[in-house]
């Protein structure tokens, strides 16, 4: 089983609605979850980071966290054509808060 | 606040051919790590370090890559000689401790292409 795993996409959604990102895990003691937005040919922008379960909310973003499921997701309210990228999903890995293990990404195609 | 610096952005080599790239990250950041992110994939650590130590460099290719951090400030990342499936985007990021929380924060990478 792949420590990181997320749908490769692409991902279309129309603008204005909700986009949702899903990201499942291996390890059972991973305690920093992260979400990183990738423009194309640009480098990871942090846009979201979450360790405890349950919402999390930021402006259109809201991170989700279910650590008895491995499951965390990212939900993007009212998309914008700006919000096409590869968006990253990030684990900290077996108990180790400095290090994480990424997943190969999610495209999002916001349709106009 | 300055972001995380690097250069060169873009280096095009040929095979067997040196290449060293070169990492300022944020200030007051401990933490530095490379990586290396081929076309369709996550970014892949090589090297992990603390201050001036290595923390980590468990998928470093050590028989061509090398990296050191003077001072525990700027980072170089080498690789000599270089092969065809070492084309891909080399990433720097540094990151500061919240309690328990890393966030890193990535510089804007070099892309290197070996031909």
């Known amino acids: 089983q792949k420590e990181v795993e997320q749908n490769s996409g692409p991902l279309s959604v129309p603008e204005g609605a909700i986009a949702s990102l899903n990201c499942t895990y291996s390890?059972?003691?991973?305690?920093?979850f992260f979400w990183y937005r990738q423009y194309s040919g640009k480098s990871p922008e942090l846009i979201m980071s979450?360790?405890?379960?349950g919402d999390k909310e930021d402006g259109r973003f809201t991170a989700q966290l279910n650590k008895a499921s491995q499951y965390v997701s990212l939900l993007i309210r009212d998309s914008q054509p700006s919000d096409s990228a590869t968006y990253l999903c990030a684990v900290s890995l077996r108990g180790r808060d400095d290090k994480i293990i990424f997943g190969k990404g999610t495209r999002l195609h916001i349709l106009p | 606040e300055a972001g995380v610096a690097q250069s060169p952005r873009y280096k095009i080599i040929e095979k067997r051919q040196s290449v060293a790239f070169w990492c300022n990250p944020i200030?007051?950041?401990?933490?530095l790590y490379w990586y290396q992110q081929i076309l369709g994939q996550g970014p892949k650590l090589l090297i992990q370090?603390?201050?001036?130590?290595?923390?980590?460099d468990s998928q470093l290719p050590k028989d061509r890559f090398s990296a050191e951090r003077l001072k525990g400030v700027d980072s170089t990342l080498k690789i000599q000689p270089a092969k065809l499936e070492d084309s891909a985007v080399y990433l720097c990021?540094?990151?500061?401790?919240?309690?328990?929380?890393?966030?890193?924060?990535f510089g804007p990478g070099t892309r290197l292409t070996v031909t």
């Open positions: 200030s007051g950041h401990a933490t």
């Open positions: 990021a540094s990151s500061f401790p919240r309690g328990s929380l890393y966030e890193q924060y």
């Open positions: 370090f603390q201050n001036n130590g290595v923390v980590d």
């Open positions: 979450i360790y405890s379960n």
């Open positions: 390890d059972r003691v991973s305690q920093s």
